[in-house]
């Protein structure tokens, strides 16, 4: 029988656990989560982090998955769309338009270089980098996690020697 890997296992994933069952296909969840509700509707679950993307790839080519999804698990989008590409897969899009779109600094530096109004905005591999041009910022500033969802992780920031403990946050 063919298999639909889901990333995640939050409740909001049963419709698609259903809708994957209507469809004659295995439901397969997985992540770090064991105890996760969808877990228990699944036909099989793996623990296996939906963040890495060697360890999905593994799983789904020892799977032999016939698709592969994250419904309501922004952490899973970029590789199930990365899956989906190594293994030839339906998808929302390529590896690289999906990143974009789920990274905000390089969201909005795609939206800044293709002329659309964005606020000022930057994203920084180390919190230094970003102490060093603070003043090319108006203050008070927003720090923002690149990867993250649901405003986890933001902070206002008052000034530039704040930055570090925001970034570490």
């Given at each position: 029988m063919k298999k639909v890997l889901l990333l995640g296992g939050s409740l909001?994933?049963?419709?698609v656990i259903e809708a994957?069952?209507?469809?004659g296909y295995q439901a397969v969840t997985c992540d770090y989560l064991p105890d996760n509700d969808a877990h228990k509707f699944a036909d099989?679950?793996?623990n296996v982090s939906t963040t890495d993307r060697a360890a999905v790839l593994a799983l789904a080519k020892e799977l032999q998955v016939a698709g592969i999804m994250s419904f309501a698990c922004d952490s899973g989008v970029d590789t199930a769309a990365y899956v989906a590409e190594q293994l030839g897969l339906p998808s929302v899009g390529s590896s690289e338009a999906v990143d974009i779109l789920q990274n905000k600094a390089r969201f909005r530096k795609f939206?800044?270089?293709n002329g659309f109004n964005v606020p000022t905005a930057r994203g920084y591999a180390c919190a230094e980098d970003a102490v060093r041009?603070?003043?090319?910022?108006r203050w008070p500033v927003i720090i923002k996690p690149t990867d993250s969802a649901g405003s986890k992780g933001v902070?206002?920031?008052?000034?530039p020697e704040d930055i570090p403990a925001a970034a570490e946050y």
């Open positions: 909001f994933l049963l419709p994957v069952h209507k469809l099989e679950y793996h939206l800044a270089d041009e603070a003043g090319d910022f902070t206002k920031v008052t000034k």
